[in-house]
T-cell receptor
Framework: DTTVKQNPRYKLARVGKPVNLICSQT?????MYWYQKKPNQAPKLLLF???????READTFEKFQSSRPNNSFCSLYIGSAGLEYSAMYLC??????????FGPGTRLTVL | QQKVQQSPESLIVPEGGMASLNCTSS?????YFWWYRQHSGKSPKMLM?????GEKEEGRFTVHLNKASLHTSLHIRDSQPSDSALYLC???????????FGQGTKLSIKP
């Protein structure tokens, strides 16, 4: 099974409120990624976990948090959503050196 | 400035025709390339990968890589309506071990 699951698929949030997105995989992949994708733009890497080590991109360092309580789960947390956070959030996972498998995405709309 | 540039942004090809998509990295710290296909409302799925100079063919799909110019191209022969999708090119930054995505080429196959 090469499935990456994401919950919820759609999320509506108010400006200033927190948002928590969930990703899971049962492939025993050591690395899990979170990307932000806006229309007509490239997927933008936000952060990734290699095993238990979190790596956050410099330009999004303060905007996103994450946790990985075990190998299968990874969350993306936004403490205070702004309008600019409206986007598709894609989770992906891989074993070292192999292709990334993507989940179906969570479409976040901030109002 | 986008580090991985794809062209064209959109492409319309008649059914049965040849579709040619291009991708170039301006970041010299890349080595491997992947092509992902994303159908509307679905997650990106890896289509082909290429790690060495030259050409690789899988069915109707052929990918080329020129490592000196960091240019890769994807060619789809006998295009089918089911090939209509967003095609994303990704290059691996070997220093940081992460993928850098292009903004994608939207391919439409007209019956």
């Amino acid at each position: 099974d090469t499935t990456v699951k994401q919950n919820p698929r759609y999320k509506l949030a108010r400006v200033g409120k927190p948002v928590n997105l969930i990703c899971s995989q049962t492939m025993n992949h050591d690395t899990m990624y979170w990307y932000q994708k806006k229309p007509n733009q490239a997927p933008k890497l936000l952060l990734f976990y290699y095993d238990k080590i979190l790596n956050r991109e410099a330009d999004t360092f303060e905007k996103f948090q994450s946790s990985r309580p075990n190998n299968s789960f990874c969350s993306l947390y936004i403490g205070s959503a702004g309008l600019e956070y409206s986007a598709m959030y894609l989770c992906a996972s891989k074993r070292w050196g192999y292709e990334q498998y993507f989940g179906p995405g969570t479409r976040l709309t901030v109002l | 400035q986008q580090k991985v540039q794809q062209s064209p942004e959109s492409l319309i090809v008649p059914e049965g025709g040849m579709a040619s998509l291009n991708c170039t990295s301006s970041d010299r710290n890349v080595d491997y390339f992947w092509w992902y296909r994303q159908h509307s409302g679905k997650s990106p799925k890896m289509l082909m990968s290429i790690f060495s100079n030259g050409e690789k063919e899988e069915g109707r799909f052929t990918v080329h890589l020129n490592k000196a110019s960091l240019h890769t191209s994807l060619h789809i022969r006998d295009s089918q309506p089911s090939d209509s999708a967003l095609y994303l090119c990704a290059a691996r930054d070997y220093n940081q071990g992460k993928l850098i995505f292009g903004q994608g080429t939207k391919l439409s196959i007209k019956p």
